[in-house]
């Protein structure tokens, strides 16, 4: 599966995208993940892709052609399916069946936005090149579309056969709670005593999973 991000700050994904189980799983080949700046098809001399919006209105506007160019590059001549996300606080909320969805397609590219946003003309364009879905990433607006299309790559790659070792590792795939523990058994802090719950260290597991799944229910 290929990711390509659509972004004019590579360095502020590839950092997160190259460590850990996501490294792992590029280094593996299970995945893949490219990036596509604006910068690089814009025809002016300053390689400036924004500019003012119509209408009036605070701060700049990411031009449309620039967008949708780097995409095409990413995507044109790919074979199988590929699918294009825009990212907008009124989208349709990315939740774990989404992220399921999304593994049928053989290219994502992701569309990161800046600044006041992307000329809505580059939304009409960029469903020439895939399916288009656009989602929100939480309640919260942030600074740019990078951090909600890293959290994508990272929902849908964990999800990839191999890439976590074994599927039980997918935590809504099976009996969970967000309530963990480990060693030791006893924690002293404060000249207080911190004990694990008695049920986890019993090894019946029928009355594990019910306490996990009360946990989870709580949550």
């Avoid at 590839?14 to 996501?22: E, F, V």
């Avoid at 620039?66 to 939740?95: H, N, Q």
């Avoid at 290219?107 to 006041?116: H, N, P, Q, S, T």
Wanted: with cysteine; hydrophobic share 40%.
């Amino acid at each position: 599966m290929r990711f390509h991000l659509i972004t004019l700050f590579e360095e502020a994904c590839d950092a997160y995208l190259s460590a850990s189980i996501i490294g792992r799983a590029r280094t593996e080949k299970k995945v893949f993940v490219e990036y596509r700046s604006p910068r690089d098809f814009v025809t002016n001399k300053w390689g400036k892709v924004d500019e003012r919006p119509y209408g009036g209105g605070p701060g700049m506007v990411l031009q449309a052609l620039p967008i949708v160019k780097a995409a095409e590059k990413a995507l044109g001549r790919r074979k199988g399916k590929k699918a294009v996300i825009w990212f907008s606080p009124s989208g349709k909320p990315f939740t774990n069946k989404e992220a399921d969805a999304l593994l049928k397609y053989d290219d994502v590219a992701l569309v990161c936005g800046r600044y006041e946003g992307i000329d809505e003309r580059a939304k009409t364009m960029l469903k020439t090149l895939g399916a288009l879905k656009e989602y929100s990433v939480g309640e919260a607006v942030y600074t740019g579309a990078e951090l909600p299309a890293m959290a994508i790559v990272d929902a849908v790659t964990r999800r990839i056969p191999g890439v976590l070792g074994k599927d039980a590792s997918v935590e809504e795939r099976r009996v969970a709670s967000r309530t963990v523990y480990t060693r030791p058994e006893v924690v002293e802090y404060k000249a207080k005593k911190y004990r694990v719950p008695k049920v986890l260290l019993t090894g019946n597991h029928s009355d594990i999973d019910v306490w996990r799944g009360a946990k989870g229910k709580k949550k």
